[in-house]
């Protein structure tokens, strides 16, 4: 009798673990269905600055501004992330709170996770809203592609790299972007306030 | 599920043998030096490719076709707008039927970089980069670099001249060159893997300009070998692509790493 009763609690137990795992894997794969323009149809995972990995959707409900750089970029990158964060300023400090950035590394091979940590705490980025991520090298043409960036690495390790940000919607729609490096472009601006609303 | 099975091995079957009679090998390449007209760093053109094998011929329609029966996430309507136009596949009489204007040996054309990505992952294979296609489509049919040959480059710009006019021809209606593979000039453009490394500027304007700003690194990428047009237009072109466009003249093959046959 008590093994009868063993065997059913057992079958419960299992049945409760499968509707659980099927809720989950609706959930997270399909929890609202995503617009075919976005950019979390990509099915492809990043590593950030902890070394956790995630796919591209890891800020899915919240806006996002994206871009690619590379951490010993000279020049242009430090200038990219001044811009999102002069950007970012003229935000009211609820909307800055609701915003979340990503930039994506096209340097895989030497930005780790530690490269990428260290880089943040130099521009004091804040890691709850930021995270500088890389991905696995067979997937940055992929990326690069949904994002319109184009890139090239040169013999000397350098890159030649377009810079744009990009500000995706809550479900990873791209929605603006801008090229405007060193300012803050108004109309970018506006976009970004707008999808926060 | 014993149904399913059985439904599957009748659809690739029948897609693989009645339209499609010879497979589409992957030819093995012995790498070398050459000059490229896309220059890895100024004033330096020699670029070392590495032993590969690439795909005899451009990717047919009857080979994409078995691929989107097989993945149907990648059928014209399914495939997301992310990754295709809305052009994608549209000379197909239907998601997975051809017409009698795209026929079997055709190549497969209209297909988006991410589509021909997919494909090459599906064959365990990826798109050959840019210096592989320039490299291999540096030959004619007895040198493996005939480009300084008046003759042979008047040959293939005849081409470039009414390329987008002519109807599409089937695969290997030319004779092979040097490496036996076909196509490589005088029927589609092809897709590579790093279509989207091109950072040209038209001609060389003056630095410090605001599209300088543009790129990070060592500036932009000015083009050697002026001459070379027939290659310089296959630049041009991937260069204003986007990696979800598709066009009515551009295709793909694969390639894979190494440097014997599979």
């Avoid at chain 1, 673990?17 to 075919?36: C, N, R, T």
């Avoid at chain 2, 279509?195 to 630095?207: M, P």
Wanted: charge should be negative; glycine fraction near 6%; include cysteine.
């Amino acid at each position: 009798m008590s093994c009868r009763g063993q065997s059913a609690s057992l079958v419960a137990t299992v049945a409760l673990i499968l509707l659980f795992v099927s809720l989950s894997i609706a959930q997270s794969s399909d929890g609202e269905s995503l617009p075919a323009n976005s950019v979390y149809n990509l099915q492809v995972s990043v590593e950030d600055q902890f070394g956790d990995v995630t796919g591209l959707d890891r800020y899915r409900g919240h806006p996002v501004l994206i871009t690619m750089f590379y951490t010993s970029c000279p020049h242009v990158c430090p200038m990219l992330i001044s811009t999102i964060r002069l950007t970012e300023s003229k935000l009211s400090i609820e909307e800055r709170a609701e915003l979340r950035v990503m930039t994506i590394s096209i340097d895989p091979e030497r930005d780790t996770p530690e490269k990428l940590r260290e880089t943040m705490e130099r521009h004091s980025v804040e890691a709850s809203r930021w995270s500088m991520v890389r991905s696995e090298p067979g997937d940055l043409r992929a990326i690069a592609g949904v994002f319109g960036v184009r890139y090239k690495q040169l013999p000397d390790g350098e890159f030649n790299h377009t810079t744009r940000i990009i500000l995706l919607d809550r479900d990873g729609t791209q929605i603006a972007s801008t090229g405007q490096l060193g300012r803050h472009d108004a109309a970018f601006l506006e976009a970004i306030k707008a999808s926060l609303h | 599920m014993r149904i399913f099975i059985v439904l599957f091995v009748v659809v690739a079957s029948s897609a693989g043998s009645a339209e499609h009679s010879f497979s589409n090998d992957f030819v093995s390449i012995p790498g070398g030096v050459f000059r490229s007209v896309i220059p890895e760093a100024e004033g330096d053109n020699l670029v070392a490719v590495a032993d590969f094998l690439v795909q005899e011929a451009p990717v047919t329609n009857a080979e994409f076709l078995r691929f989107v029966l097989h993945r149907p996430e990648w059928q014209r309507g399914k495939a997301v707008s992310l990754f295709v136009d809305g052009q994608y596949l549209s000379a197909w009489a239907s998601p997975i039927s051809l017409a009698p204007r795209s026929g079997p040996r055709q190549p497969v054309t209209q297909v988006s970089w991410f589509a021909a990505d997919a494909y090459c992952e599906w064959q365990g294979a990826r798109l050959p980069s840019w210096y592989e296609w320039e490299y291999v489509a540096a030959a004619n049919r007895s040198v493996a670099d005939a480009r300084a040959l008046p003759g042979w480059r008047q040959e293939i710009l005849s081409w470039y001249s009414q390329a987008g006019g002519e109807p599409i021809v089937d695969v290997r209606s030319s004779p092979e060159n040097y490496y036996q593979i076909f196509d490589t000039h005088g029927l589609i453009w092809e897709w590579v893997d790093d279509f989207n490394a091109f950072l040209v500027t038209g001609d060389n304007r003056e630095q410090g300009g605001a599209d300088q700003l543009q790129f990070c690194g060592a500036g932009a990428i000015t083009m050697q070998e002026k001459e070379n047009y027939a290659v310089l237009m296959r630049v041009a072109m991937l260069s204003a692509l986007e990696a979800r466009y598709t066009t009515r003249n551009l295709g793909f093959r694969c390639a894979r790493q190494g440097g014997m046959e599979k």
